[in-house]
């Protein structure tokens, strides 16, 4: 089935260490983000890319690390710099509108991964 | 940027009822979309309608683009329409701003 499929779903990690969560997408989608949700909020964008090997940070990137080396994938490493990572993780992919070139927009999401820091 | 504000809230209702909930935003956008986001924290796409009127079951959604505003239409609505429902919004491509959701309990 075509989807996106984020793992692990729970995580736990102590304090000062790095933990990197997996996106990996079968749904020939260009564009891969992430965002962040904290209990009782929306959504806030962490990184986004639009094509393989390039990415730009959102509005909450300080903290976060990403790569983009092949279309299917887009990890997303919470690294021990950022100060609150206790949350919940998730991640999207949106397609071209076809014969255009231009990105629809319209995202479609992962189950998410939630992070708990010890 | 552009600013996304959702209402109610939060909403009760009986299990039959209708309801309407509201997304305004203002800036001119060229998507947007409605979401439901269930108690396991899944989002599930409901509406890309970045203007006019679509239907799914239950569920209808309208989006006036020129006057900024969006409006999710539930009607007998059930238990399992419960969680949070989210409207987002681009004004250029690629970064989806959400609203803060609004919170729905359907009781039995």
């Known amino acids: 089935d075509g989807g996106i499929t984020q793992s692990p779903k729970y995580l736990f990690r102590k304090e000062g260490q790095n933990v990197t969560l997996s996106c990996e997408q079968n749904?020939?989608?260009?564009?891969m983000y992430w965002y962040r949700q904290d209990p009782g909020q929306g959504l806030r964008l962490i990184y986004y890319?639009?094509?393989?090997?390039?990415?730009q940070k959102g509005d909450i990137a300080e903290g976060y690390s990403v790569s983009r080396e092949k279309k299917e994938s887009f990890p997303l490493t919470v690294t021990s710099a950022q100060k609150n990572p206790t949350a919940f993780y998730l991640c999207?992919?949106?397609?071209?509108?076809?014969?255009?070139?231009?990105?629809?927009?319209?995202?479609?999401f992962g189950e998410g991964s939630r992070l708990t820091v010890l | 940027g552009i600013q996304v504000e959702q209402s109610p809230p939060d909403l009760i209702l009986q299990e039959g009822a209708n309801s309407t909930l509201r997304c305004n935003f203002s800036?001119?956008?060229?998507?947007l979309q409605w979401f439901h986001q269930n108690p396991w924290g899944q989002l599930i796409n409901l509406f890309y309608?970045?203007?006019g009127t679509k239907q799914n079951g239950r569920l209808s959604a309208t989006t006036v683009a020129t006057e900024r505003y969006s409006l999710l239409y539930i009607s007998s609505s059930q238990t399992t329409d419960s969680g949070v429902y989210f409207c987002?919004?681009?004004?250029?491509?690629?970064?989806?701003?959400f609203g803060a959701g609004t919170q729905v309990v359907v009781t039995p």
């Open positions: 999207a992919s949106s397609m071209r509108k076809p014969g255009t070139g231009a990105n629809t927009g319209e995202l479609f």
């Open positions: 749904l020939n989608h260009d564009a």
């Open positions: 890319s639009q094509i393989v090997n390039d990415f």
């Open positions: 800036d001119s956008v060229n998507n």
């Open positions: 309608i970045p203007s």
């Open positions: 987002a919004v681009n004004p250029s491509w690629g970064k989806l701003q």
